[in-house]
T-cell receptor, first 115, second 113 residues
């Protein structure tokens, strides 16, 4: 158990809908990262927040957004969902801003199925 | 930019025999490298990491990896496979600022009794 929690574990929704995925980092960690794991794209970095501020952005679609709250939990919002958004979404956390010496610890993931 | 290539998408070994999972990386700087394991329907667990200290890195569950700069490789090995090692393994390189991880395509390890 990494100490990173994600809810819900599974989510089934329809195309065009909007969902929110939630992540709580390990105690003391200030950075939260979001990744998407899909069959065709593999594991891809989406976005990082550090202490409430966006820090780095990867291959995140404009329909997706994230935020980190004062208590450091983070939410990933996915809107206008398409079939291709079906994937496993991971959250990770690390102590600091993300230097080369840091380790990211991953949560169990949220499996999203868009029908 | 950085990239990672895992040379085998599937590896099958017999229980008790050695494991070798191959990884090559590309980076314009001195990277940090990681191996993560994903068991079925589970999250990603860190096996080991290299951060420019010793080139031979020991991880959990008897795994180790050797960083070879001249070959740009970071292969994962284990002397004796166990049934519980069956999982998907990811070789990962960190971004220049250390915050963006780039994952290889994964190697599925199967262990036969």
């Amino acid at each position: 158990d990494s100490g990173v929690t994600q809810t819900p574990k599974h989510l089934i929704t329809a195309t065009g809908q909007r969902v929110t995925l939630r992540c709580s980092p390990r105690s003391g960690d200030l950075s939260v990262y979001w990744y998407q794991q899909s069959l065709d794209q593999g594991l891809q970095f989406l976005i990082q927040y550090y202490n409430g501020e966006e820090r780095a952005k990867g291959n995140i679609l404009e329909r997706f957004s994230a935020q980190q709250f004062p208590d450091l939990h983070s939410e990933l919002n996915l809107s206008s969902l398409e079939l291709g958004d079906s994937a496993l979404y991971f959250c990770a956390s690390s102590v600091g801003v993300g230097g080369l010496q840091e380790t990211q610890y991953f949560g169990p993931g949220t499996r999203l199925l868009v029908l | 930019a950085q990239s990672v290539t895992q040379l085998d998408s599937h590896v099958s070994v017999s229980e008790g025999t050695p494991v070798l999972l191959r990884c090559n990386y590309s980076s314009s700087y001195s990277p940090s490298l990681f191996w993560y394991v994903q068991h079925p329907n589970k999250g990603l667990q860190l096996l080991l990491k290299y951060t420019s200290a010793a080139t031979l890195v020991k991880g959990i569950n008897g795994f180790e990896a050797e960083f070879k700069k001249s070959e740009t490789s970071f292969h994962l090995t284990k002397p004796s496979a166990h049934m519980s090692d069956a999982a998907e393994y990811f070789c990962v390189v960190s971004g220049n600022a250390g915050n963006m991880l780039t994952f290889g395509g994964g190697t599925r390890l199967m262990v036969k009794p």
